[in-house]
Structures are given as C-alpha cells and as structure tokens.
C-alpha cells in the first residue's frame, strides 16, 4: 500500500467513523417517500449474491461478529490473495448494501475497508471508476458511502495512490479522468445533495487534486465550477455553513484572481460570519495585494477571534509581495 493511500485511509476512518452517527438514520429514506427501497421479498433477493463468496471473505457479511474481527480478517485475507473472486464478491458486496442484521454505522467502516482494498488491488481502472461512479450517482446508496466514493475516486487521480501488487503504479487514462472530474462537479451542483456533506467534499479534494503534482487537467472542471462557486460565495446561498466555508477555500485556490473582490467582501464584512472570514481572510494571503496588509492589520487590532488568521494572512502575504518585487524591478 502506498504512502499516499495509507494517509488517505488514516484520514478517512476516523472520519467515517464521526460521521456514521450524524448520517446514519438521517440518510434514511422515509417511509412516504416514493424512492423508497422494494419490499422486504425483493429485498431479501437483492442480498443473494450473484457472486460466488470466496471462502476467504465468508465471515465478512457475518452481522454476529464485531465488525473490527471482520476487517482485521479480511485485511489478512486480502494480504496474501487477493485475485478476480475476491475483487468481484467486494464489488457486488458494495453494490447490494448491507447484509441483514448489519448496523448501518458498522457497514459504512466495512463499505470503506473494500474501497481501500479495490483501490490497492483492481488494477482495472475502468471497472474501479465506473463501479465507484456508481456508487456515487446512486441515490439509494447511504450519504455516507456516496461521500466516500468521491474521496477514492479523487485518489484514483492522484500520482502514486494506485500501486498494484507488483509495484506498478496504474494511472487511469485522460478519458476515465474527464469523466471522475465531470461527476465530482455534478455532484456538487446538484441541489438535491446541497445540504450534505458531498459538495464539500467534492470541493476539497478537487483543490487538493489541483494543489498535488500530476498530469490531471483540472482547467475544465474549474470552469464549470465558477458559476456555481459565484452562487455559493453570495449571501443568503442556501447551502449549508460547511459547504460554503469549502466554497470560499476552493475559491481562493481554484481561481484566486478571479474571486478576489469576493474574498475581500467576506474577509473584511464586520457582521459576516466567523466561519467564512476565516477562509477568506487565508485567501486573501495569496491572491491579496500590498493594501490588504494594513486592513489584515487592523483586524488583529479590532477581532480577537480572527487575530492568528488575520496574522498569519499578513506574514504570508508581506513575504509574497517581497519575493515578488524583485522580479517585477527587474522587467
């Protein structure tokens, strides 16, 4: 397993594991809901394996034993073999949901185990896309794991996440990029997930996709993204705090120069929110000017709250224009 998918992971359970119980019985469809899922007979057929269970992964749909025992079984299992059965019977183990009797909560962790162990071991970039677009796109599935997709499909992307066994890295081709990038700004600008955590998590991973070295053109993805981003960054958006805090770093990032006068808006509003002064306030460290300095100042005069921000934004900004400065002297 590489570094970069062992930090990825290290992150990424912890997560799950504080967002299991926010989201768990709030993902829930209701009962009046037309989307509801089948009736419990089709139901119950949607849980019969179409794949054969590998005798190594038996106990892993075993709702009686602690979900730890299990993954720490299929981790040990997967660390000697992991061959076509076992990536198949992961697959389809995704795609059904949970077996009865499983927590929701419990089933996210096991859900994350197999997108980790796809992501290492399914050398098939097209199957491990699609099936994670699939995942993503469907709104049966949990939040949760609808979240998660979008966190592998971005490693997916990144150099490096992708070692096969043998030790060679598998990088998917532009097209399977183009269409992981089309899918992540949908699903941000889809208003049916505004109020959950996907947009912000869409968000952060592109600006951690476009901040990390690599061959992915994000040019068109961020093209796509400003009108919703110039929505997002107004006041009275609908969006969630969380998201909109992610809207003003991704602007910041994504297209600096371009959402300057926005950012300064929000930084130096005196009746705007806390929580979106601050990423503008860090915004304004790399796209600001020399007049931005005094006002950085004046905040940590007047607004303990965003005292280190405002100082950290100006020592950052003041060493930026100074390494510049040379070189603007020079042509």
């Not at 992981?180 to 600008?189: E, R, S, Y």
Request: net charge neutral; aromatic share 6%; proline share 8%.
């Amino acid at each position: 397993m590489s570094p970069v998918l062992k930090r990825f992971l290290f992150f990424a359970v912890p997560v799950l594991i504080g967002a299991a119980g926010i989201h768990a019985w709030r993902t829930r469809p209701s009962p009046a809901d037309a989307t509801n899922p089948p009736p419990e007979a089709v139901r119950h057929s949607q849980r019969t394996s179409r794949v054969a269970a590998p005798a190594s992964l038996n106990s892993i749909t075993d709702a009686g034993q602690a979900w730890q025992v299990r993954v720490a079984l299929l981790r040990n299992a997967l660390r000697s073999e992991c061959g076509e059965p076992e990536i198949r019977y992961m697959y389809e183990l995704l795609a059904k949901g949970p077996p009865k009797g499983e927590l929701p909560e419990h089933w996210y962790i096991i859900a994350n185990e197999f997108m980790g162990q796809l992501l290492s071991h399914d050398t098939d970039c097209e199957r491990l896309s699609s099936n994670l677009l699939r995942l993503l796109q469907d709104a049966r599935q949990p939040l949760v794991l609808r979240d998660y997709a979008v966190q592998y499909l971005v490693t997916m992307l990144s150099p490096h996440s992708r070692q096969s066994p043998t030790g060679q890295v598998t990088q998917p081709p532009p097209a399977i990029a183009t269409q992981i990038l089309d899918a992540l700004i949908t699903a941000t600008k889809d208003p049916l997930l505004e109020q959950s955590s996907i947009p912000g998590t869409t968000l952060m991973m592109l600006v951690n996709l476009v901040r990390s070295p690599g061959d992915v053109d994000c040019t068109q993805a961020i093209t796509a993204l400003k009108p919703w981003l110039t929505l997002a960054l107004q006041d009275g958006s609908s969006l969630s705090t969380p998201v909109r805090v992610s809207a003003v770093q991704a602007a910041g990032v994504l297209a600096p120069n371009e959402f300057r006068p926005t950012l300064r808006r929000l930084a130096y509003q005196e009746n705007g929110q806390s929580s979106l002064r601050l990423p503008a306030i860090a915004a304004i460290a790399h796209c600001g000017e020399s007049a931005d300095l005094e006002k950085l100042e004046q905040i940590t005069r007047t607004h303990p709250e965003l005292f280190y921000a405002a100082r950290e934004a100006g020592t950052t900004l003041a060493t930026r224009l100074a390494r510049a400065e040379p070189q603007s002297g020079s042509e």
